[in-house]
């Protein structure tokens, strides 16, 4: 039985981690490397999901890894219905790598039937003047919107916040951004952006808030207008984009309690309470940050670097560079050149060196001495040890 499946789907089974599509030319050798964890679902796979796998592989363009973690989400027998699906994408002018990457995130669409669950929708949305090249676009990066009631969410949705926005495009982003349906809320949402409107937050701003983290104006209009007090008496003022960004913070449980985490990580570091409050106004994100994120890199900056710790504080914003990527292969370069006498520490500012696009960074660190430290780049890419490398020069 297995082996006439196996002919029908026409494909291999997995041999030292690789799958053989011989269904599609286009494709050709399919191969990928396994975890252990990968291997061991095989069994699963021999036991009657080979149709799936292969179809999420030929069809859908997902890799033999991505297809077998996919099939356990959505399994079926037939792949008619599946490829009503995505012919129905392709009529709606999806790319194929549109389709891979709606079909990764929302599988479970591939047994619906487009007619009645997805057409309605799509026709609405192009009704309010989206391409289907747009709206394609769109959906293959969220395809969340597809997931809610047309005549229950969508629309009652989409004519609340037109009343606020001034664009459709801006409702559609908004849009994707709404778990909370704002039906229930739109009284208070409402108050709450006249109030806004009435401090001198500007409608791009209010804008930005309904697409980006529209939760800041849901809470009831007294709890508001208290949190819109505590941010004005913390120093924010309505004409800056930072003033949304820490109502935010005050605005969800969970977002005051990461605000008084930071609070006290940074104070480890001997920030005081007005320097705490300074770089909140400078950056309000970064009360948001991990403390395993903020302790990693000022342990680094402040201990490795020698950097210290109150200039952060006037720019809190490098603390969300990632390390790995960013921080300490760059700073890695920078011991290097510093050790070899090359720059000079009182012509450094870190910022700058953080800051700086990777282009310029490459031109005045790391290609600009191809004699005198000719392994940089490679200290740069993680591929040499910069302490070894002092040690050997």
């Not at 849009?175 to 809320?185: D, M, R, S, T, Y």
């Not at 004005?232 to 005051?256: M, N, Q, V």
């Not at 302790?295 to 390390?323: A, D, G, H, Q, R």
Request: proline share 5%; net charge positive; with cysteine.
């Amino acid at each position: 039985m297995l082996g006439i499946l196996h002919r029908r789907l026409q494909i291999s089974l997995p041999r030292n981690g690789v799958f053989v599509s011989k269904s599609n030319p286009e494709l050709g050798v399919l191969t990928a490397t396994f975890s252990s964890s990968a291997i061991a679902g095989q069994d699963k796979i021999e036991k009657g999901n080979f149709l799936t796998v292969s179809f999420l592989i030929n069809s859908c363009g997902l890799s033999p890894e991505s297809a077998i973690v996919t099939s356990k989400k959505v399994n079926f027998r037939n792949p008619e219905t599946p490829d009503s699906v995505l012919a129905f994408f392709r009529d709606h002018k999806f790319s194929e790598t549109q389709i891979s990457a709606f079909i990764r995130k929302r599988p479970s669409f591939l047994l619906t039937d487009p007619s009645k669950t997805l057409l309605p929708k799509l026709e609405f949305f192009y009704s309010k003047g989206f391409s289907k090249e747009d709206f394609a676009k769109i959906l293959s990066s969220d395809p969340s919107i597809l997931c809610r009631s047309l005549n229950g969410y969508i629309i009652p949705t989409y004519n609340l916040l037109k009343s606020v926005l001034a664009s459709d495009k801006q409702v559609v982003s908004a849009l994707k951004h709404q778990w909370v349906p704002l039906e229930g809320h739109s009284e208070y949402m409402l108050s709450n952006i006249r109030l806004l409107r009435d401090l001198g937050v500007s409608d791009s701003g209010i804008a930005s808030v309904l697409q980006s983290f529209p939760e800041v104006v849901m809470p009831k209009t007294e709890a508001f207008s208290e949190i819109v007090k505590k941010v004005e008496h913390l120093g924010f003022t309505p004409e800056k984009f930072s003033f949304l960004l820490a109502i935010r913070i005050f605005s969800t449980k969970s977002h005051t309690n990461a605000w008084k985490r930071c609070w006290e990580v940074y104070k480890r570091y001997g920030w005081s309470e007005d320097e705490n409050l300074h770089a909140f106004r400078v950056h309000p994100q970064c009360m948001l940050l991990s403390e395993e994120k903020i302790v990693k890199t000022m342990n680094f900056l402040v201990n490795e670097m020698e950097w210290p710790s109150e200039k952060i504080v006037k720019c809190p914003w490098i603390l969300f560079y990632s390390f790995e990527k960013r921080t300490f292969p760059r700073c890695s370069v920078v011991r290097v050149l510093l050790s070899k006498g090359l720059i000079k520490k009182r012509e450094l500012t870190f910022v700058s060196i953080l800051k700086c696009v990777e282009k310029d960074f490459l031109a005045r660190y790391v290609t600009k001495y191809p004699e005198e430290a000719p392994l940089l780049l490679s200290v740069y890419q993680g591929k040499a040890d910069p302490e070894k490398l002092v040690l050997v020069d």
